[in-house]
């Protein structure tokens, strides 16, 4: 079954630590994953894709097919990183694609 | 770029009576655009992937008959609440897919529709 975890709904941490925000995912086909990232009172927006291999706002995030993760990092949290962060694995079938959510992991950043 | 939009924010209606909730693409056209539901300090539940001039494909447990979906442009998706209850109330959320490579669109979600069924 396709499935997207991410074990942790609350990570605090302290401005200028390392941030690793954790995603697991189970899918037989080839995966597509991004990361969303909801800041208070806002709509979700798009951090990264893994395709695209990209570096957001310091934030990465690299697939390893191996260990079924992608997991998002940042050396130095800053206070504004605070947010609720989604993990999208795209699962495709019969000329069609749709998203597994999963269920988010709110960053504190403390002062 | 990528701008999404959802009209109306925030709706209040009596039961009984239907609900039309509009998804707009500002700037891209959007073969496909999905439509979920998020309830408080939850996840995104998908309930729907709507296709331009085609059916919209429905989750397993949503309603077809409840959740009326039509996507009737490229930059243009409804969602119509039919008889709504006081358990339809929720907040709802549409996105549109846009090519950007890869084997999948990327999507770029709206603002949300706060429903309140009284």
């Known amino acids: 079954a396709q499935r997207v975890t991410q074990p942790e709904k609350l990570l605090s941490v302290f401005k200028g630590a390392p941030v690793e925000l954790k995603c697991n995912y189970s899918y037989s086909g080839s995966p597509e994953l991004f990361w969303y990232v909801q800041y208070s009172r806002q709509r979700l927006q798009l951090l990264l894709r893994h395709i695209s291999r990209e570096s957001i706002k310091g934030f990465t995030a690299d697939l390893n097919k191996g260990e079924t993760s992608f997991h998002l990092k940042k050396p130095f949290a800053q206070e504004e990183d605070s947010a609720m962060y989604y993990c999208?694995?795209?699962?495709?079938?019969?000329?069609?694609?749709?998203?597994?959510f999963g269920t988010g992991t709110r960053l504190k950043v403390l002062a | 770029g990528a701008v999404v939009s959802q009209h109306p924010s925030r709706v209040i209606c009596k039961s009984g009576t239907s609900v039309k909730i509009e998804c707009r693409s500002l700037?891209?056209?959007?073969?496909?655009m999905f439509w979920y539901r998020q309830f408080p300090k939850q996840s995104l539940m998908l309930m729907a992937t709507s296709n331009e001039g085609s059916k919209a494909t429905y989750e397993q447990g949503v309603e077809k008959d409840k959740f009326l979906i039509n996507h009737a442009s490229l930059t243009l998706s409804t969602l119509t609440v039919t008889s709504a209850h006081p358990e339809d109330s929720s907040f709802y959320i549409c996105s549109a897919g846009r090519k950007e490579g890869g084997r999948s669109d990327t999507q770029y979600f709206g603002p949300g529709t706060r429903l309140t069924v009284l």
């Open positions: 700037d891209f056209q959007a073969t496909t």
């Open positions: 999208a694995l795209s699962i495709s079938g019969s000329g069609t694609y749709k998203y597994i």
